[in-house]
């Protein structure tokens, strides 16, 4: 993997780049945009693999404990807290993933769907206001979910076995 398409704790989205050279735009907190010639998925699959587990591993560890079969949120790196979710089907090329840290709030603005980052700036999105905000919370679940200590974990301390 490239440095150009390392997701971070400042990755804010994945946007698909309608470039002809370009398939995917990766915007940062610092306003940068880095351009890709790799597909959101591709940038995505490399990422979980980087953190320990395949894109397809990740996604079916989240159905499987939560039921999100989907639109599921994605655990890039659970060491990081990094999490994101997709605005429509992950299949469709069309497909917006935005990184839950991140999010500020959502509006409609002219009759479209935005969403305000933490860092003032906006992003139109290819949903209703309904699925960003039920994506959202489903996000914050995944994320509780996976920051919880396993039982085995609690029942090595509690049994004093580090002692």
């Known amino acids: 993997m490239d440095s150009n398409t390392k997701i971070v704790q400042s990755t804010m989205a994945l946007i698909p780049a309608y470039h002809e050279v370009y398939k995917t735009i990766i915007l940062d907190q610092s306003g940068e ?3 890709s010639t790799k597909s959101i998925r591709e940038i995505l699959e490399e990422n979980c693999i980087a953190n320990g587990a395949t894109y397809d591993g990740r ?11 989907k639109k599921t949120p994605l655990m890039i ?3 990081d ?3 994101a979710y997709p605005t429509i089907s ?5 497909c917006i993933w935005i990184f839950y840290r991140h999010i500020e709030t959502f509006s409609m603005i002219e ?5 305000h980052f933490k860092n003032g700036d906006k992003l139109k999105v290819n949903c209703s206001l309904d699925t960003l905000k039920k994506q959202r919370d489903k996000t914050a679940n995944t994320m509780f979910y996976f920051s919880q200590p396993t039982n085995l974990s609690i029942s090595i ?6 002692s």
């Open 33 to 35: 945009k880095r351009y």
């Open 59 to 69: 996604v079916k560890s989240v159905r499987k404990a939560l039921g999100y079969d």
């Open 77 to 79: 790196s659970q060491q």
């Open 81 to 83: 807290r990094i999490f």
């Open 90 to 94: 992950p299949d469709h090329y069309d």
């Open 111 to 115: 009759g479209k769907p935005y969403v």
């Open 157 to 162: 301390n509690q049994q004093g076995v580090n």
